[in-house]
Each structure stands twice: as structure tokens, then as C-alpha cells.
């Protein structure tokens, strides 16, 4: 059993390129979300999905799109990369919200950007 | 908004010995309280939880308590061990905000041996 899955796991960009992030789950989640981790700031929800074809904004979506084609795929957009966004981006998954469904997390992303 | 704050943001201790870490919510409607630990290179990964009709549980050598008059909860690890040493987040589930965890700064732990 995977888990969460992201891809790759470490990426270099210069200021103006885009890409995705790749993250994908084998557990049924309906919810899954993106964070980003900046030293001293924890985690900071980037976007979240309820659910396939549902999508919706975080406390930080400025410059990142998501969207929800599948139960088991989430990809992140970064549509013209800035130095402010380098960052550790880690994905979730869970059943739902609720209190006994807690958050499986992949093992991170590592962006930097030149 | 919920706004959740974190403390120490370092804690260094003794082998064997305690180490606690607090946080304070701001938002009174806030009922769920959970905790998740980070080894270096990993995603967090829940390690106990509180809901706020409850005011302590335990789990082995983990506890946390919850004081809602005063918005406060706290993680106790008692018996600290080598495997301990990792980066703790606290969050708060917003009531506000579809039920999004608010996220603490962490603190890392490190186990002196």
C-alpha cells in the first residue's frame, strides 16, 4: 500500500517556469489538500478538494492552480514560478474532515527557485 | 480567523526525561485538537488527537490536555527516547473556514542522549 505518492521529490526552476506537482493516493480519499512548509510558519493550506471535480482555495492559492480529474490524483500548478514560492510542498489525503479521519501526508516536495 | 501559536520553538531534553509543548487557539468554536510528528525528511504523520468535550488522553508514554476557558492545549511525552527527536505541529480544525486544520509554527525536539 502506497500511501501518498508525490513527485519529484526535489525540483531546481528558474523565476518564470512553470510545472506540476505530482501527487496521487491508492486509499479512496475523498479529501485531499496541498501544503506548503516555510520555516517558523508550519504548514499552510495552499488548495483542498472535497472530492473529484471539486476544488477550492487556501489560506496561499496566489500563483498555483489545482485540479480533481480523479479520486486519486491532485496535481499542483505553479504557473510562472517566483523566488516566493520555493518552498517544501507536501500533499494530503483523508476520508473527509471529520475527527477520525486524519491527514496521510506524502514526504514532501523540495522546490527551490533561482 | 483561527490563529494557532506554538511554544518553544526549540526543546532540548535529557533522555528519560519530560518534555512538553504548548498551544493556544484563538478561535472558542475550535473542537478539534490534533497532534502530528515530523522525521526529517517525512511528511507529519498524526500521533494523538483531542476532541474538546474531552480535556486529557493518554497513550503510552503521549498525553494531551486541553483547558478550553483558557484556549490552551498541551502534548506531554514522558520517558523521552532517541526516536522522539523530530519536529511536533499542533492544529486546530476552524469552524470558520470548512473545517481546514490551522497549523501551528512546530517545534522541534531533540533528545539529548
Known amino acids: 500500500n502506497a500511501g501518498v505518492t508525490q513527485t519529484p521529490k526535489f525540483q531546481v526552476l528558474k523565476t518564470g517556469q512553470s510545472m506540476t506537482l505530482q501527487c496521487a493516493q491508492d486509499?479512496?480519499?475523498?479529501?485531499m489538500s496541498w501544503y506548503r512548509q516555510d520555516p517558523g510558519m508550519g504548514l499552510r493550506l495552499i488548495h483542498y478538494?472535497?472530492?473529484?471535480?471539486?476544488?477550492d482555495q487556501g489560506e496561499v492559492p496566489n500563483g498555483y492552480n489545482v485540479s480533481r480529474s480523479t479520486t486519486e490524483d491532485f496535481p499542483l500548478r505553479l504557473l510562472s514560478a517566483a523566488p516566493s514560492q520555493t518552498s517544501v510542498y507536501f500533499c494530503?489525503?483523508?476520508f473527509g474532515t471529520g475527527d477520525n479521519q486524519p491527514q496521510h501526508f506524502g514526504d514532501g516536495t523540495r522546490l527551490s527557485i533561482l | 480567523g483561527e490563529n494557532v501559536e506554538q511554544h518553544p520553538s526549540t526543546l532540548s531534553v535529557q533522555e528519560g526525561d519530560s518534555a512538553v509543548i504548548k498551544c493556544t487557539y484563538s478561535?472558542?468554536?475550535?473542537?478539534?485538537f490534533p497532534w502530528y510528528k515530523q522525521e526529517l525528511g517525512k511528511g507529519p504523520q498524526l500521533i494523538i488527537d483531542?476532541?474538546?468535550n474531552v480535556g486529557e488522553k493518554k497513550d503510552q508514554r503521549i498525553a494531551v490536555t486541553l483547558n478550553k476557558t483558557a484556549k490552551h492545549f498541551s502534548l506531554h511525552i514522558t520517558e523521552t527516547q532517541p526516536e522522539d527527536s523530530a519536529v511536533y505541529f499542533c492544529?486546530?480544525?476552524?469552524?470558520?473556514?470548512?473545517?481546514?486544520?490551522?497549523w501551528g509554527a512546530g517545534t522541534k525536539l531533540i533528545i539529548k542522549p
Open positions: 494530503a489525503s483523508s
Open positions: 478538494s472535497v472530492g473529484a471535480g471539486i476544488t
Open positions: 492544529a486546530a480544525r476552524a469552524m470558520d473556514s470548512n473545517y481546514q486544520l490551522i
Open positions: 478561535d472558542s468554536a475550535s473542537n478539534y
Open positions: 483531542i476532541r474538546s
Open positions: 486509499m479512496n480519499h475523498e479529501y
